[in-house]
């Protein structure tokens, strides 16, 4: 299974850029890395997916070295509405392989 | 479009008691799953089911049962709830490939007395 590591809570101010890294030392060959964003009271919500360099959207930035043992979800801007628990998922094998972990605890401040 | 639906959104029960969770999905998508979420935890994945007609266990499956009713629907039962099995439960469902993106509901949350 590939497990991932990443911060339990990060604090932020309005206005700054946000990078919440993940390390994903076994990922194998075939497999992407995938983040999700969850606010209280509510399910899991997709933010983006990458396989290698660089993916973007309108929400976030993913970045992934050659090496693929890491990655780095990067917010622009955030704003208090960014405050969510962001979790970090490698995907690829067996559905039944899909490991949530405890996710990163965003906090932004006014 | 409702995406993922989950009845209901809280129940109370007493130990011993039997409930089944509905989860109903309207994206034509051949996966579906069931997870809980504990205080300050992530979730943990209960049962999964690849496509229509089938079904396997996930990290945390003991107490509970399920059934694909058919590809929109995918139900939860506990046969006799016990304290542990207090949480939040959460259905998903996705393409066909564990690289496709999951569609969550928002939630059951279920208290055992």
């Known amino acids: 299974l590939a497990k991932t590591t990443q911060p339990i809570s990060m604090d932020s101010y309005e206005g700054q850029e946000v990078n919440i890294t993940c390390s994903h030392n076994n990922i194998a060959t075939n497999d992407y890395i995938t983040w999700y964003q969850q606010f209280p009271s509510q399910g899991p919500r997709f933010i983006i997916q990458g396989y290698k360099t660089k993916v973007t959207n309108e929400v976030a930035s993913l970045f992934i070295p050659a090496d693929r043992k890491s990655s780095t979800l990067s917010l622009p801007r955030v704003s208090l509405s960014d405050t969510a628990v962001y979790y970090c998922?490698?995907?690829?094998?067996?559905?039944?392989?899909?490991?949530f972990g405890k996710g990163t605890k965003l906090s932004v401040k006014p | 479009n409702a995406g993922v639906t989950q009845t209901p959104k809280f129940q109370v029960l007493k130990t011993g008691q039997s409930m089944t969770l509905q989860c109903a999905q309207d994206?034509?998508?051949?996966?579906m799953y069931w997870y809980r979420q504990d205080p300050g935890m992530g979730l943990r994945l209960i049962y999964y089911?690849?496509?229509?007609?089938?079904?396997d266990k996930g990290e945390v499956p003991n107490g509970y049962n399920v059934s694909r009713l058919n590809k929109r629907e995918f139900s939860l039962r506990l046969e006799s709830a016990a304290p542990s099995q207090t949480s939040v439960y959460f259905c998903?469902?996705?393409?066909?490939?564990?690289?496709?993106?999951?569609?969550f509901g928002d939630g059951t949350r279920l208290s055992i007395l």
């Open positions: 089911s690849a496509s229509e007609g089938t079904t």
């Open positions: 998903a469902s996705s393409g066909r490939h564990s690289n496709q993106p999951q569609h």
């Open positions: 994206m034509n998508h051949n996966s």
């Open positions: 998922l490698v995907v690829g094998g067996s559905q039944g392989n899909l490991i």
